[in-house]
């Protein structure tokens, strides 16, 4: 056994545990809007449709953040941009609650969003680097620390509204939390770029058994259009049920608030128990089995708009649900392709995009339908969702029977 491969394995470690920092980080920026809109909103004197706009420029900012990042990780070293991105998060945490202005409002969550989709690319990207095909577990693991982060990150709002009733120092809080996550990530040594790796090692091995750049780009678009509708449900989920909460009467502020928090904690939940699933489960198997419980848990949101029993149950059975279809969806495009910095960010642009276009959707119509408009779009999506998850298997198998 050579000495690189001995000191190789507590560096893949060490940056795994980076990679899981900065992913219960990013839970906490991307979590915190979602009990605070109506107070975000009632700062700049905006309505509910209005401040929309400030969801709709997130996701646009996040999908800008996931073009740039990604093609950045490809061309340098990965862990000064995530740190840097660290930065960007906290430092507009912590302007947020001073805005007065909702045209400014709108270009500090535009910048939120940018930090966090390229910090999204960057740890999807280099924990496939560090772990290769055996990232499947790593993955799970990754995201579970993102819903660590979206699970408190509500409790903490909560417990300032209580106390201070105030979101101000909630939001500090949060900032201050993500700060020292940049510099770990500064001191580790980023992995090396997986189209780097392959070039070096067809050179020593001069072989033709080496590993080869493999593209599917119909599977990439159905991946991309997946996450599109996938992540635009998930954000409408999290962005808007403590306000579908507040609206239908079931609960005030904080309870609203506790309200997000169970579903980011069912789906924290959901991802530490994928940890284990993946291991004895393939992809496919994992993404049908969420699927299905995303479809019922939906389904069981809509049979009770005035119930908080239902309600919660609807909550924490969608988080439970979800928990695993990203990182599982991404640990099935692995098994079929070379996984870049590019096509990542691919993925992220249909992510981010249906993260902007779903929520502003919900947040335009919510003024005239009313709250049922929430669990009317989260049905749609579960259902094309299905779709389009029937139309990846399909392809997926007659491309193993074609030998691509």
Known sequence: MSQSSITSRPIGLGQSAGYFAAFVALGIAQAALGPTLPDLAAR??????????????????????????????DRVRGHPVMAAMLVLLAGNLFAIPLIPLLPLLIGALFALGFGAGALDVGGNTLIVWVHGRRVSPYMNALHFFFGVGAFLAPVIIAQAITRTGSIQWA??????????????????????N???????????????????????????????????????????????????????????????????????????????????????????????TDLLGVLLSVVLLSLGPHSRTLTWLGAAGAGLSMASIFPTTLSLAERHMTISGAVTSLFFVGA???????????????GSIGPRVVPAFLLAAALLDIAIFSFVVIHTRRTEKGGI
């Open 44 to 73: 700049v004197h905006a309505d509910l449709q209005s401040i929309s706009y400030g969801l709709a420029a997130h996701a646009l900012g996040y999908l800008a953040g996931s073009v740039v990042g990604g093609q950045l990780y």
């Open 194 to 288: 997986v189209r780097v790796q392959d070039s070096s090692e067809s050179e020593d091995d001069n072989s033709q058994a080496s590993p080869q750049i493999r593209r599917d780009w119909l599977l990439v678009a159905l991946i991309a259009l997946f996450f599109f509708v996938y992540v635009g449900a998930e954000g409408s989920f999290g962005g808007w049920i403590a306000t579908y909460a507040r609206e239908s009467g079931l609960g005030n502020a904080a309870e609203a608030a506790y309200l997000t928090s169970v579903f980011w904690g069912a789906l924290t939940l959901g991802r530490l128990l994928s940890v284990l699933v993946a291991m004895r489960l393939t992809p496919r198997q994992v993404l049908a």
């Open 352 to 366: 981010s995009t249906g993260g902007m276009v779903i929520p502003w959707a919900i947040g335009q119509l919510f």
């Open 171 to 192: 939001y500090w809080s949060l900032a201050f939390l993500i700060l020292p996550v940049a510099l770990l990530i500064l001191l580790l040594p980023s992995p090396r």
